[in-house]
């Protein structure tokens, strides 16, 4: 079964919203601090938002102000409120379940044995 499952992504406008979604299993929400990443075209998988069990985030510098993680305990999933998108946002966006990237920024903020979803594509275009 697949352990995390996003949904959520889609075609916007700049300044747009939208609101990803990931469904993650008990065991792996439970256990595991939660995280957005993305991967665009021809580059490599950054973090763009990270949060851990007792509430602490980290967020890019690039999306401060305009994204929001959050996480529902009840329903095992964690989102990621997008606003005020630009087309630089545009990329595939991955849930990620595993330890928390303290201190890291951009590539590479990942464990060898994080947990991935199959990610979803958000595109900014008008």
């Known amino acids: 079964q697949v352990q995390l499952v996003e949904s959520g992504g889609g075609l916007v406008q700049p300044g747009g919203s939208l609101r990803l979604s990931c469904a993650a299993s008990?065991?792996?929400?439970?256990?595991?601090?939660l995280g957005w990443y993305r991967q665009a075209p021809g580059k490599q998988r950054e973090l763009v938002a990270a949060?851990?069990?007792?509430?602490?985030?980290i967020y890019a510098d690039s999306v401060k102000g305009r994204f929001t993680i959050s996480r529902d305990n009840a329903k095992n999933t964690v989102y990621l409120q997008m606003n005020s998108l630009k087309p630089e946002d545009t990329a595939v966006y991955y849930c990620?379940?595993?330890?928390?990237?303290?201190?890291?920024?951009?590539?590479?903020?990942?464990?060898?044995?994080?947990?991935w979803g199959q990610g979803t594509q958000v595109t900014v275009s008008s």
């Open positions: 990620n379940a595993g330890r928390f990237p303290a201190g890291c920024s951009g590539y590479g903020c990942y464990f060898p044995y994080d947990y």
């Open positions: 949060i851990r069990s007792g509430g602490s985030t």
């Open positions: 008990g065991s792996i929400f439970s256990s595991n601090a």
